[in-house]
């Protein structure tokens, strides 16, 4: 399951998995999709090792954009992955 997490002012979206255990290791799937004419920009990045695959349509400095805003609320993004996201996030 996907859960929304940011939609950037252009209209990119971001969401992200649940939390995801392989090889003892937290795992976070992030899938990225920015309306452009007759289509999306799209890409999937894994968190934490910053992985991305399935690049389709982003420049490379987008994708560098794109992971620092990633990198800069990745603590957040696997917060809310462990609590099934927003909807179920601990209100404090």
Same mark, same amino acid.
């Given at each position: 399951m996907l859960?929304? #997490?940011m939609t950037l002012p252009d209209g990119t979206e971001i969401v992200h998995s649940e939390s995801i255990m392989e090889d003892n290791t937290e795992k976070v799937k992030i899938v990225i999709e920015?309306?452009?004419d007759f289509g999306f920009k799209s890409?999937?990045?894994w968190l934490p090792d910053y992985q991305?695959?399935?690049v389709e349509?982003?420049?490379s400095e987008?994708?560098?954009e794109l992971q620092a805003l990633i990198e800069s609320l990745a603590h957040?993004?696997?917060e809310l992955a462990r609590d099934?996201? #927003?909807e179920h996030a601990a209100v404090v």
């Amino acid at each position: 399951m996907l859960y929304p #997490f940011m939609t950037l002012p252009d209209g990119t979206e971001i969401v992200h998995s649940e939390s995801i255990m392989e090889d003892n290791t937290e795992k976070v799937k992030i899938v990225i999709e920015k309306p452009v004419d007759f289509g999306f920009k799209s890409a999937v990045c894994w968190l934490p090792d910053y992985q991305w695959e399935q690049v389709e349509g982003f420049t490379s400095e987008e994708i560098a954009e794109l992971q620092a805003l990633i990198e800069s609320l990745a603590h957040v993004i696997f917060e809310l992955a462990r609590d099934g996201g #927003f909807e179920h996030a601990a209100v404090v």
